[in-house]
């Protein structure tokens, strides 16, 4: 499936469906892409996408919404490796923190350290932890 992109604006998330923008990419299937949040909270986040460009969840259609909840919970099973306690979020608008208007899931391992969300600037993840983390989370054989 295609993606298409915002009407007047270019999205970074259709960019990396269509990969024209470098993603390192966990998951894939015909509605859907998961790949590594590049400012990870904590090793393993994650961010969970339909490939059609839809802002909300209110505007996927009710017929993706099955193929789309399939491909979060494989994601929640590899997340299992890294930790059992993880975070699945969904900020809508603005002012719920969304900053790419594509609609996604974030999964956010926990590892018992204090609330990972705070206001401190968060590190761009490395190629070396990516391959690490994308090695840990593979598709199992």
């Given amino acids: 499936m295609a993606a298409s992109v915002p009407e007047g604006g270019v999205c970074i998330f259709c960019d990396i469906v269509a990969r024209r923008a470098p993603g390192h990419i966990l998951y894939e299937d015909d509605t859907s892409l998961a790949f590594l949040?590049?400012?990870p909270f904590t090793r393993g986040h994650l961010l969970v996408i339909p490939k059609r460009h839809v802002d909300r969840i209110t505007d996927l259609p009710e017929t993706e919404y099955a193929p789309f909840l399939h491909a979060l919970a494989v994601l929640c099973r590899r997340v299992d490796r890294l930790s059992t306690h993880?975070?699945?979020?969904l900020n809508q608008g603005a002012l719920a923190g969304q900053i790419v208007f594509h609609l996604h899931f974030h999964v956010i391992p926990r590892y018992g350290n204090a609330n990972p969300f705070g206001v401190s600037p968060r590190e761009r993840l490395s190629d070396e932890a990516a391959r690490s983390i994308v090695a840990d989370l593979a598709e199992a054989p």
């Fill in 86 to 89: 993880y975070n699945v979020a």
């Fill in 37 to 39: 949040d590049i400012f």
